[in-house]
T-cell receptor, first 115, second 112 residues
Framework: AQSVTQPDIHITVSEGASLELRCNYSYGATPYLFWYVQSPGQGLQLLLKYFSGDTLVQGIKGFEAEFKRSQSSFNLRKPSVHWSDAAEYFCAVGDSGGGADGLTFGKGTHLIIQP | DTAVSQTPKYLVTQMGNDKSIKCEQNLGHDTMYWYKQDSKKFLKIMFSYNNKELIINETVPNRFSPKSPDKAHLNLHINSLELGDSAVYFC???????????FGPGTRLTVT
């Protein structure tokens, strides 16, 4: 069964500093990988996705992520965070078999931005 | 022009009651889902519907029943509500041949 691990429950970063959120997955075939963001009291917004091709993917709000098959990782990065980036971030893996299975989510990383 | 909408946004009810949460998507997507987010913010798939047929049904109690009157709607009906059903429920949808899912704003259910 597929699984996703986000090892950091909370991360605190100063405004303007760089950010990296870790995500490791377990999946037998080529995974479809996603990062979603959830602001307080809001739904989930898709930041970026990886299906195939270039392993460095660009997303919205200045985020990027790099797929590393050898490390089973899909870490999210941003060069300079803004106070509005404070939110819960979820990494997810989808079924690449073409079925209708739902996404498997990690437990999330809570990002705190210090002024 | 909300893509995936849910009603109500908040739902407070007593144990033993029956309630429904509605979901509508105007994206023309083919598959719709229900997810449950618990108090620790862990998200787990509950159901998916494709072309009015249930595709997967995770190990949720049979008190939960998804109902899809048409391709654009997937409602969640819950019988005999229990305290442990308190959570945020998210509806999502995706198009065939695409794996990205679009989520609704969520419904916070509180059972007292």
């Amino acid at each position: 069964a597929q699984s996703v691990t986000q090892p950091d429950i909370h991360i605190t970063v100063s405004e303007g500093a760089s950010l990296e959120l870790r995500c490791n997955y377990s999946y037998g075939a080529t995974p479809y990988l996603f990062w979603y963001v959830q602001s307080p009291g809001q739904g989930l917004q898709l930041l970026l996705k990886y299906f195939s091709g270039d392993t460095l993917v660009q997303g919205i709000k200045g985020f990027e992520a790099e797929f590393k098959r050898s490390q089973s990782s899909f870490n999210l990065r941003k060069p300079s965070v803004h106070w509005s980036d404070a939110a819960e971030y979820f990494c997810a893996v989808g079924d690449s078999g073409g079925g209708a299975d739902g996404l498997t989510f990690g437990k999330g990383t809570h990002l705190i931005i210090q002024p | 022009d909300t893509a995936v909408s849910q009603t109500p946004k908040y739902l407070v009810t007593q144990m033993g009651n029956d309630k429904s949460i509605k979901c509508e998507q105007n994206l023309g997507h083919d598959t719709m889902y229900w997810y449950k987010q618990d108090s620790k913010k862990f998200l787990k798939i509950m159901f998916s519907y494709n072309n009015k047929e249930l595709i997967i049904n995770e190990t949720v109690p049979n008190r939960f029943s998804p109902k899809s009157p048409d391709k654009a709607h997937l409602n969640l009906h819950i019988n005999s509500l229990e305290l442990g059903d308190s959570a945020v429920y998210f509806c999502a949808s995706r198009r065939d041949n695409s794996y990205e899912q679009y989520f609704g704003p969520g419904t916070r259910l509180t059972v007292t």
